[in-house]
C-alpha cells in the first residue's frame, strides 16, 4: 500500500502582507505548495478577511512532482485576484494531497527577518 504524502486542506491564519520596502530583497509573503503526486492539483484558495465577505475559490493548476511558489503580493491565481492590505486568513484545497507552507519576508528592520509557518492540514 502507497502512503499518501501531504493533505487536501490547510489553513494558514496569519496573513498580514508587510510594507515592500524600497529596494531588493522585497517585503511579501508567499505560499509554496508541493505535488508529490504524479497527477495534477487543481488547488483552490478562500480568502478570509476581519472585516468583509470571503474571497473564494481562486484556482491555480499544480503539475504532478512539481512545486511552487505564490507570491501573495502580487495578483494570484487564474482569477489574478489582488490582495488587499490588512489581515487574512488563507485556506487550500486540492483534489490530491499536497504539502504546502506559508512564509513571510518582513523588511522593516535592517536585519530582515523571513520566515515560514506550517499550516493547520485537515
Same mark, same amino acid.
Given at each position: 500500500? &502507497?502512503?499518501?504524502?501531504?493533505?487536501?486542506?490547510? $489553513?494558514?491564519?496569519? %496573513?498580514?502582507?508587510?510594507?515592500? %520596502?524600497?529596494? *531588493?530583497?522585497?517585503?511579501? *509573503?508567499? @505560499?509554496? /505548495?508541493?505535488?508529490?503526486?504524479?497527477?495534477?492539483?487543481? @488547488?483552490?484558495?478562500?480568502?478570509?478577511? *476581519?472585516?468583509?465577505? !470571503? /474571497?473564494?475559490?481562486?484556482?491555480?493548476?499544480? *503539475? %504532478?512532482?512539481?512545486?511552487? &511558489?505564490?507570491?501573495?503580493?502580487?495578483?494570484?491565481?487564474?482569477?489574478?485576484?489582488?490582495?488587499?492590505?490588512?489581515?487574512?486568513?488563507? /485556506?487550500?484545497?486540492?483534489?490530491? !494531497? $499536497? /504539502?504546502?507552507?506559508? %512564509?513571510?519576508?518582513? $523588511?522593516?528592520?535592517?536585519? @530582515?527577518?523571513?520566515?515560514?509557518?506550517?499550516?493547520?492540514?485537515?
Amino acid at each position: 500500500m &502507497c502512503e499518501e504524502k501531504g493533505k487536501k486542506n490547510w $489553513v494558514f491564519c496569519d %496573513g498580514d502582507l508587510p510594507p515592500a %520596502g524600497d529596494k *531588493e530583497p522585497y517585503g511579501h *509573503e508567499a @505560499l509554496m /505548495v508541493v505535488n508529490l503526486n504524479d497527477e495534477t492539483a487543481d @488547488l483552490s484558495i478562500d480568502i478570509l478577511f *476581519e472585516d468583509k465577505e !470571503p /474571497v473564494r475559490n481562486i484556482t491555480q493548476k499544480l *503539475e %504532478g512532482q512539481r512545486v511552487i &511558489c505564490i507570491r501573495l503580493d502580487k495578483p494570484i491565481g487564474d482569477q489574478k485576484y489582488k490582495i488587499p492590505p490588512g489581515q487574512y486568513a488563507l /485556506v487550500l484545497h486540492s483534489n490530491v !494531497p $499536497v /504539502v504546502a507552507v506559508f %512564509g513571510r519576508l518582513d $523588511v522593516r528592520q535592517p536585519n @530582515l527577518a523571513y520566515y515560514s509557518v506550517q499550516g493547520y492540514a485537515y
